[in-house]
Nanobody
Framework: QERLVESGGGSAQAGGSLRLSCVAS?????????MAWFRQPPGKEREGVAH???????TYADSVKGRFTISQDSAKPILYLQMNSLNPDDTAMYYC????????????????????WGRGTQVTVSS
């Protein structure tokens, strides 16, 4: 059983927008947790994009600050990533990741910190 399932990827023109969704199993987005979006451009390492946790608050990578917004559905275990003003450098496979338990903000950009991962959704931005 997949614990995290991403959707919403696709192709966009530079300057366009996409919204990614990550549906989590109910036991993940329950009580304390960290959740994040990572991306992996072709031929590059996975990098953190946006992070949130169970008591709110968001953190963003400098490369997406002001353009991307991470949010949680108020009633369902769904994580979103609204991506605006897309540019070709945003082209990557995007992954949803989750850590259950109290969130140690010192590790939010460390992929190894997260226990659960989705399969990813591809985002391609053309100029």
């Amino acid at each position: 059983q997949e614990r995290l399932v991403e959707s919403g990827g696709g192709s966009a023109q530079a300057g366009g927008s996409l919204r990614l969704s990550c549906v989590a199993s109910s036991d993940i987005m329950y009580s304390s947790y960290c959740m994040a979006w990572f991306r992996q451009p072709p031929g590059k390492e996975r990098e953190g994009v946006a992070h949130t946790h169970s008591w709110g608050g968001e953190t963003y990578a400098d490369s997406v600050k002001g353009r991307f917004t991470i949010s949680q559905d108020s009633a369902k275990p769904i994580l979103y990533l609204q991506m605006n003003s897309l540019n070709p450098d945003d082209t990557a496979m995007y992954y949803c990741a989750a850590h259950r338990g109290v969130c140690n903000t010192a590790y939010i950009w460390a992929p190894e910190y997260y226990t659960f991962w989705g399969r990813g959704t591809q985002v391609t931005v053309s100029s």
